[in-house]
């Protein structure tokens, strides 16, 4: 299953996360590839992830015959608070040199000549956006204009942000990359910008920051009905509301598990309870 960009650009539904997998980055790539999965998310910052290993990963597939023009790759530029001393770039540079050191260093690392989605790891600014935010956004945007990331993207925003954003930008983006809390109702307020403005909303850590809603009675009885895992019911969930979901698996069997919970179906109700179940 794929969904559009507004830029008519296809992304799969379903993406797997490389955070924290540390050695194991490179073979676990492979097993999510071999599958099912298209779309990878990886970030040029040695703290969480290893975004070369991903690129190990790529091409021991290629040999194998799987083609970058296969697979959605997508990463991102960390400004230097969410990095250790290992910065992919001059840290001492201005902020344009630093992104397209960044973005250099990302496609060396990918072995590719072009992303599919190039993304903000995080806005500088807590509250509004500030010069610093704009001035990556620009580079970002020149990027997506020269034809080196098909779409463009944001992480860890405000739904204030994120109209800021999309009032003032040249390029809006496409995608926008939260941690989905259900005590949020799973990020409302972003999503229903999102759903405006024909943004993809990709869902992060929706198990991990759902632990409590994941043991509800409600999720362990449609679970129970479907024959299926709580982690699936969250996922389905997540697909039905029109997010793109990433899921951190490192194990084949949750891979193969997390995938197929676009075959159950969750009705009106079910999706209405489970929007406001931790409310
Ligand atoms: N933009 C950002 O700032 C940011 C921040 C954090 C994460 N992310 C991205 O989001 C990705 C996912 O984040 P996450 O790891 O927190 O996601 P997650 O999928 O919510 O959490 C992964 C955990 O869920 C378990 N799990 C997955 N499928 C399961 C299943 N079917 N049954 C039971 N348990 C299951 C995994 O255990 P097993 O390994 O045992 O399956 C693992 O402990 C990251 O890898 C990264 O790419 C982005």
Redesign the pocket.
Known sequence: MAITTYNQISVPSF???????KEATARLVQLAVESGFTAI???NQLI??QEALVGEALQSLAAKGIQREALFLQT?FTSVDGQDHRTPYDPAADLTTQVEQSFASSLQHLHTDYLDSY?L??PFSRRGLGAADWQVWAAMEAFYEAGKTKTIGI??ISAAQLTLLCQQARVKPMMV???CFAVTAWDQQVREICREQGIIY?G???????RDVIAAPEIHAIAAREGV????VI?RFALQVGML???????P???S??LA?ARITLSADEVERIETLAL
Do not use: C, I
């Open positions: 993406m797997y996360g490389t955070a924290w997998k998310d990886t970030a969480h992830y991102k993304v790891h995080a992480s860890n990359q939260n941690r990709q992060f850590s929706l198990l991990t920051a759902n895992g709580p982690a699936q996922f979901p990433l899921t951190g698996t490192t194990d069997q949750h891979m598990e997390d919970a």
